[in-house]
């Protein structure tokens, strides 16, 4: 697009609100820009429903070609252009992606998917459930709409920051501004060689700097807020082919039980289940039309089946009914789900599956070879082993998992006691545990340079999409508009969306700028909630800490003999020590450990948290 006002034409600035009716702030662009780039993500995803779609993706998938043994050929331009140049720009330079043969995508991955497609998989909307597919799905979406927005509007360019100021880790402002400080420095400055080198030289990436450290805390709190040994790759492959088959068979079968004791049960009669039950076997327009009708009617989608087969049946539906027509239905789809699913995967002739995780184990082999070769994974692989244990320990609420009230080496006594596991319980694991991965990464990166400078190279190289043109008419925003709503606008995208506005008809504008301004409000204060829930999180694990700090202190210093309170001094006081945990970095200093001991950061540069640091927060005996 031509740079306004090389032409003689009048150049488009963005002003205060209420200069022009064809201006738009920086908060509005952002909210336009939103909108805009969140519509396409989610019209991207829901187009791969029907099986054409893989093929007009273009480069790496192919058109589908009625000549046997013809070459590939590419769609020129993508009907996915957002996954399109995601995947081409991050995922297929990635190393080992990038050594994946042609086929793998448009022979085998491609099948795959065209096979999911045609399977026609229920929706959450028919289940009346958000079902694990929706929910990877709606997460992937979220990650992938981030980094295209990132790509299209890029970061904006400023002042180098000073990653090694103050950050008070117990305030979500700061970590934020720490994760923007990071963001900026990898972007256009030299983090990704510095942390490279931190990894391969130190063994904590949080030695790095104070910013590093509450970006990574930062990570931790966002990301929670909102193999076969001795088997011959054939025999390998088949039998993790087989697994996949048994778990999902052995999953249907149970909500085919399900599905059976409804039909044994008093209730529902056998002309409404077998309606609901019909309604597998209808194609996939009169499936769509049956969800747009519910939708339509705010009625749900088993009240439609029965009012579309005979609305007699609809008529004399009591509440009961209804909800075991809907658990029939459930149960229905969800067994279907997991035999296309089976299908898909182990059925297909030719076993497109096995050949894929050949090619990804073939691709991976030789980076696979250099870690075993020079890195004991048997500590991590340890020590990973007992990081599921903990995880799937709080997720369960139990006390002594790792959580934010539970110790490292629970007692028989509270083994039992349970509580309903809350987000700190979960921050605080990953804070407990996250040197586990910092030792990972200090072995890989200072035992196998080969591979580090690969993933440096890559991340270098992949890094630079994130960046905006150095055009000042199109990179950014004029700083004329000095309220601090935004500045960043639409990066890259401010001009060239400001003059798709200015292009509407005034009338068009009127009905198109209430949805702005209410999406740029919604922003805010999302933004607002956000830091605010990150604020108490961070509070509540502070204050528990102060509890926990306290308890243990008064449990350590209390006599069992209450005769020995006036003889029993500090210097004479003993407490019992727990078992060193493998979760600790201690563990990895003891001898006979062929791993190096990884220690966590100096704790002279972590602030302390308010009351004092917790010793299970900060990962340090």
């Known amino acids: 697009m031509e740079a306004p006002g090389t032409d003689g034409s009048a150049e488009h600035t963005i002003l205060a609100p209420g200069a022009s009716t064809t201006t738009l702030t920086p908060s509005q662009l952002h909210a336009l820009f939103d909108i805009l780039t969140h519509h396409e993500t989610y019209a991207e995803v829901e187009s791969f429903k029907d099986p054409r779609a893989i093929s007009e993706y273009g480069y790496p998938f192919a058109r589908r070609s009625s000549e046997a043994g013809s070459a590939p050929s590419y769609a020129v331009n993508s009907a996915a252009p957002l996954l399109a140049d995601f995947l081409r720009s991050v995922v297929l330079p990635f190393p080992g992606v990038r050594d994946l043969p042609a086929e793998f995508w448009h022979v085998r991955f491609q099948g795959i998917l065209e096979k999911l497609a045609e399977a026609e998989l229920s929706e959450s909307y028919d289940k009346g459930v958000l079902g694990t597919r929706k929910t990877l799905a709606t997460a992937s979406s979220a990650i992938h709409e981030a980094v295209s927005r990132g790509i299209l509007g890029g970061v904006e360019n400023g002042a180098n920051r000073n990653l090694h100021g103050e950050y008070d880790r ?290 270098k190289d992949t890094i630079k999409v994130f960046r905006q043109p150095n055009n000042p008419e199109v990179s950014g925003v004029p700083k004329v508009y000095s309220e601090s709503h935004r500045p960043g606008a639409a990066g890259a995208l401010s001009v060239p969306l400001q003059h798709l506005f200015a292009a509407l008809s005034p009338p068009t504008q009127a009905r198109v700028l209430p949805a702005i301004d209410a999406h740029a409000d919604y922003l805010s204060r999302l933004e607002a909630v956000s830091l605010s829930r990150m604020q108490r999180i961070l509070d509540n694990m502070s204050t528990s800490t102060t509890t926990l700090s306290t308890e243990t202190s008064t449990t350590a210093t209390t006599p069992t003999d209450p005769s020995a309170t006036s003889t029993t001094t500090p210097e004479t006081t003993t407490t019992t020590t727990a078992p060193t945990s493998y979760f600790s970095p201690s563990y990895w200093s003891r001898s006979g450990r062929t791993t190096p001991r990884s220690p966590s950061p100096n704790p002279n540069n972590i602030k302390p948290l308010p009351h004092g640091p917790c010793p299970h927060l900060l990962g340090r005996k």
Request: charged share 25%; with cysteine; net charge negative.
């Open 170 to 459: 117990s305030e979500a402002q700061d970590l934020a501004r720490a994760w923007e400080d990071g963001v900026h420095e990898l972007v256009y400055g030299d983090l990704i060689d510095e942390l490279f080198n931190c990894a391969a030289e130190k063994n904590s990436l949080e030695e790095h700097s104070p910013a590093v450290q509450a970006a990574a805390d930062y990570i931790i709190l966002q990301a929670l807020s909102v193999e076969a040994a001795g088997e011959r790759p054939q025999a390998a492959t088949i039998n993790f082919r087989r697994i996949v088959w048994l778990v999902l068979s052995w999953d249907a079968s149970e909500f085919r039980k399900s599905a059976d004791a409804i039909e044994k049960a008093k209730g529902a009669s056998k002309e409404q289940l077998a309606a609901i039950k019909e309604y597998l076997n209808m194609t996939r327009d009169e499936h769509n039309e049956i969800r747009k009708v519910s939708t339509q009617k705010a009625q749900s989608i088993a009240a439609t089946i029965l009012e579309r087969s005979n609305p007699s049946l609809l008529t004399s539906l009591t509440e009961a009914q209804h909800t075991q027509c809907l658990e029939y239905l459930s149960a229905l789809l969800a067994a279907r789900d997991r035999d296309e699913i089976s299908n898909a995967f182990c059925r297909q002739n030719p076993d497109l599956f096995t050949q894929a995780v050949k090619d990804a184990v073939s691709s991976f082999e030789s980076m696979i070879r250099a870690i075993h070769q020079k890195v004991d994974l048997r500590e991590h692989l340890s020590a990973g082993e007992g990081f599921i244990t903990a995880f799937i320990n709080v997720t369960r609420g139990k006390k002594g998992s790792s959580g934010l009230l539970g110790s490292l080496t629970p007692t028989k006594s509270d083994a039992s006691e349970t509580h309903t596991p809350s987000v700190e319980d979960y921050v605080a694991l990953l804070r407990n545990n996250r040197q586990l991965l910092y030792n990972w990464l200090h072995q890989v990166a200072s035992q196998c340079p080969e591979i580090r400078d690969d993933f440096c190279a890559w991340a």
